[in-house]
């Protein structure tokens, strides 16, 4: 049996309220008041961080003008470089975006191509071409459909009518619509003028700039599985064609053929002829073996410390005079202060850079030189096979011959991950190539750097330069955007953009709560639902928690200073945020054993007892003291398939764990290769339910199990197919702990399900998160609806509901934390629904003591919404009535009426703000008990609620 704690008194948080208004909605049925637009979110941001950028265009004549495309996240457009931003593409059918072009003739005319085209596990797919004529205001849908990645758009440089399309196909399997595309009327028609067959894509395309007819092309050759990346092939290649697109010859005078990777192109204004291009090579050749530094130096993370845990005699890093149980400070003048700065920082020295590293010894500071070529020091052993590498090849005969430039490996690494290559507008000889970290070369491609954007971010996907002044670069990476005045010298973070691409959130018990959430490439953050300052929720009220790709967050009940929280492949770590320290926790196999762990690993604080941590590998492990120590409570609950495990990407692992709130030794999990597995015992046996799960195609990854709040034996189920190509909805539920079960996807759109909840309140009311957003339904899953109408298209990874607060908290790929009022919802029947007149009853509320938090900023600050001020009062109205035929006003705690509130006539839920009450020393609320009363005919309803104070004036 588990130990079980009693339970931890919650404290009521209350949302802040805003501006006086009625919203209104139609309500004929459920799902039109799941839509109600009274039913609007609020967007948390944070902005403190971006989220991958992956490609940038500046206006033709004027560059504080320019577009920015996310990944996942939309179309973002500035006008006075960057102070402000607007999203002009967040409503289509995907916002995940591949590439965009701008039409130098028409700056009204802007072409997107959804699905980015990085080939990421999180690398969301689209749904073909955009394109709007004025400005960004409307956009039309103009086909290819079904080509999923777009990897580059380019118009024709005088006939704007004329546009080549670089469709790279679906990532996790093979289709028809993908190779080079043409329009020759705007889109209206297109064809295929390169075809690279039903597993190649084409993922780069350039006009040479002195012959509009002269095309060059490159395709590239990928399949991804979830326990498999092939991001090579024969089909990989650079094609030409002279006649604008009729005929295509294969370039391969002086290019690698056989294992090719992906390849990005340029081509050189200025000097007819001039083609670059960046080839990953991933052919094999032997090489003498060398120890990696993170090989000859073994590291730990722990409480805030780099600590060396071993340094071989034979090792570069012994010889340097390294030793163990020193503390790593600083290289380079860079702190070390993530699990991974050891390894960033020296990525960005060159071979034989030197580098001062500062350490503490024995209580005292050491400083060793030190030099990436003598911590990679060779050693004596057989030879092994590795990757030719990334080369920079150049043409200057319109592509006939080629010659490679660097004469070491270069570029992004992964190569899949990266391919972009630039060109100094005015200077053939400095080039900029897109990876980890940012190269840049000022001799033709010959020799590279590698610290150009070193304190910025590691991984680089989207760079321009500014063609009146090529000295200003904008750069897009996985943390956003950035800006150099100075060719890459130093550069401006712009933190005004919440493009956060959560994977998983937590939430804690403070009044207001905190949100917790993990990234892609930013860690871990955490920030509060409300702000006291009264612009909203700043960048600086956010903070990071954790480094690397940050996953699962939860918070320890009643103690919000304890956070866990996760990185890539199964890394967690407890973070003690009132004496920030951190301490890694992950468990260590036993010699002769390996534990698997997915990027994504799954960790669950027991609500029986927050001492108790539960984690999934291939395994599942339970800690009874906070992760200190851990014991292994199952054998291995997955497939164990010889084929996946072998794999290169980690696979057969847990990737979702469930403890019932009625019984800690109730517990379910779900793995990514299709299995769904229960114990009634604390896990000491264990029942696999797979089979009874109708309708769930074999090793389909399980996304969510969910045990009931409200029945013992009530149990959830979703599974995604879309790591196998498959994009249809399942979700189950059984009602006797899975012997048998019921499908309640009818009427969920074509997205895979990533995450289920209940509501806390009306057990017929359930959510689910989709890659393209939110649903709700009333009706126990026999109907679903999306779920307010303000939501940007955009991928849910995560929900989770505040109960004392009652609200809806999203965590998104690609737009940070939303969060939803859903105090109607939990509380909705079908009485209040045929109802003349309803009136529910009102949320307290705190009165907050306003302040600001933040330095002037100017414009160009970002903050995430308040609540609304004041009261929160929703009316439902049957049917349309004659003006002041429903009453509402408010009253003390004497019954004396302070305020008559104005009720709309017209059908549907509204949503009226009182604020308090006008008086000599102004209006606000007071502290104290209220009534609200509504009166309709001779039907009288009165709702309590109160006003508290700030936590601050108690």
């Not at 969060?819 to 509320?845: M, Q, T």
């Amino acid at each position: 049996m588990i130990p079980v704690l009693a339970p931890l008194l919650l404290i009521s948080v209350i949302g802040r309220p805003q501006t006086p208004s009625a919203e209104v909605a139609s309500q004929g049925n459920a799902s039109d008041w799941v839509s109600s637009s009274s039913l609007s979110w609020r967007e948390l941001g944070p902005s403190t961080f971006g989220g991958r950028i992956v490609d940038i265009a500046l206006h033709p004549q004027d560059s504080s003008h320019l577009l920015i495309a996310s990944a996942s996240g939309g179309l973002w457009r500035t006008r006075n470089s960057g102070t402000t931003w607007e999203c002009i593409f967040e409503n289509e059918g995907t916002i995940s975006i591949g590439d965009i072009a701008w039409d130098v003739h028409d700056e009204d005319v802007i072409w997107v191509g959804t699905g980015e085209a990085n080939n990421q596990r999180s690398s969301y797919w689209g749904d073909g071409i955009y394109k709007t004529t004025d400005g960004g205001k409307s956009w039309q849908h103009m086909g290819l459909e079904h080509s999923q990645h777009i990897g580059r758009i380019v118009i024709h440089p005088t006939q704007s009518e004329v546009v080549y399309v670089a469709a790279l196909g679906r990532l996790y399997g093979a289709n028809e619509e993908r190779g080079l595309y043409k329009t020759r009327d705007g889109g209206a028609t297109w064809s295929r003028v390169l075809d690279t067959g039903p597993t190649v894509g084409v993922v780069d395309v350039v006009i040479d700039p002195f012959d509009a007819n002269m095309i060059y092309a490159a395709s590239y050759e990928r399949l991804r599985r979830p326990w498999n990346f092939d991001g090579n092939g024969p089909g990989s290649a650079i094609h030409k064609s002279s006649d604008g697109g009729l005929t295509w010859k294969r370039l391969t005078g002086g290019l690698p053929e056989g294992d090719i990777g992906r390849i990005g192109l340029a081509a050189f204004a200025d000097q007819e002829g001039l083609i670059f291009a960046t080839v990953s090579n991933q052919n094999k050749i032997e090489v003498a073996p060398k120890q990696d530094p993170t090989v000859s130096l073994e590291t730990r993370f722990a409480k805030g410390v780099l600590r060396v845990v071993r340094a071989p005699k034979d090792g570069g890093a012994a010889e340097l005079g390294l030793k163990a149980k020193d503390e790593l400070l600083s290289l380079g003048g860079n702190v070390l202060d993530q699990r991974w700065s050891w390894v960033v920082g020296l990525s960005v020295l060159e071979p034989d850079e030197e580098a001062d590293l500062v350490l503490r010894r024995n209580d005292e500071e050491v400083t060793l030189v030190v030099t990436r070529r003598g911590l990679d020091k060779t050693i004596d052993a057989e030879p092994v096979m590795r990757d030719v590498g990334g080369g920079v090849y150049c043409s200057e005969d319109h592509g006939e011959t080629w010659t490679k430039r660097s004469s070491e490996p270069v570029g992004g690494n992964p190569a899949y991950y990266y391919g972009q290559i630039r060109v100094d507008p005015h200077d053939q000889t400095r080039l900029y190539l897109a990876g980890v970290p940012l190269y840049w070369s000022e001799d033709g491609g010959h020799s590279w750097k590698r610290n150009r954007a070193s304190g910025v971010h590691v991984d680089h996907h989207a760079l321009e330069v500014d063609p009146h002044d090529s000295r200003r670069l904008w750069l897009g990476n996985d943390g956003g955007l950035h800006l150099s005045h100075d060719r890459g010298e130093t550069w401006y973070h712009f933190d005004n953009l919440p493009l956060a691409q959560f994977y998983a959130l937590g939430l804690d018990d403070q009044q207001p709560y905190r949100v917790y959430g993990g990234t892609q490439d930013n860690g871990t953050w955490g920030g509060p639902s409300i702000s006291r300052d009264s612009r909203g929720i700043g960048s600086e009220e956010w903070s990071s928690v954790g480094g690397g790709d940050g996953f699962y967050a939860q918070i320890e009940p009643g103690n919000p200073d304890i956070v866990y929280g996760e990185s890539q492949f199964g890394w967690i770590y407890r973070r003690d945020r009132g004496a920030w320290k951190s301490q890694g926790i992950q468990p260590k196999a036993p010699d002769g054993e390996k534990y698997r762990f997915n990027w994504n690993s799954p960790i669950l604080l027991s609500r029986h007892n927050p001492q108790i941590l539960w984690f999934g590998g291939n395994r599942l492990f339970r800690s009874l003291d906070r992760g200190d120590h851990w014991s292994l409570i199952t054998d291995d609950l997955t497939s164990q398939d010889p084929k996946k495990i072998e794999g290169n990407v980690p696979h057969c692992t847990i990737t979702t764990i469930a403890e019932s709130p009625f019984s800690p030794d109730l517990l379910m999990v779900g793995t990514d290769d299709g299995l769904v597995q229960l114990t009634q015992d604390g896990g000491h046996s264990w029942t696999n339910l797979t089979g009874r799960l109708s309708g769930l195609p074999q090793g389909w990854w399980i996304t969510r199990v969910v045990l009931s709040e409200h029945e013992k034996e009530r149990v959830y189920v979703t599974a995604s197919g879309y790591r196998e190509d498959d994009l249809r909805p399942l979700v189950w539920r059984s009602e006797d702990l899975g012997q048998t079960w019921k499908r309640l996807d009818e009427g969920l759109p074509q997205a895979p399900i990533n995450v289920l909840r209940e509501d806390p309140v009306r057990e017929e009311t359930l959510y689910v998160g989709t890659e393209l957003g939110v649903q709700a339904s009333l009706d126990g899953g026999a109907s679903w609806a999306v779920l307010g109408d303000d939501l940007p298209t955009i991928a849910v990874h995560d929900l989770a509901v505040q109960a004392q607060a009652r609200e809806l908290v999203l965590a998104t790929h690609g737009r940070g934390f939303w969060v939803l009022d859903i105090a109607a919802l939990g509380d909705w029947n079908s009485e209040i629904a045929s109802a003349p007149a309803h009136l529910f009853a009102p949320k307290d509320v705190v009165r907050w003591q306003r302040r600001s938090l933040a330095k002037t900023s100017g414009h160009s600050a970002w903050y995430g919404k308040n609540s609304e001020r004041g009261v929160i009062l929703q009316v439902h109205l049957l049917a349309d009535l004659e003006e002041g035929a429903a009453k509402l006003e408010i009253q003390d705690s004497k019954g004396k009426r302070i305020a008559r509130l104005t009720v709309p006539n017209t059908r549907g839920l509204h949503r009226i703000h009182w604020v308090g009450v006008r008086s000599r020393r102004g209006s606000g609320l007071a502290v104290g008990d209220y009534s609200a009363v509504l009166t309709h005919g001779d039907t009288v309803q009165r709702r309590s609620f109160r006003v508290l104070p700030d936590p601050l004036e108690r």
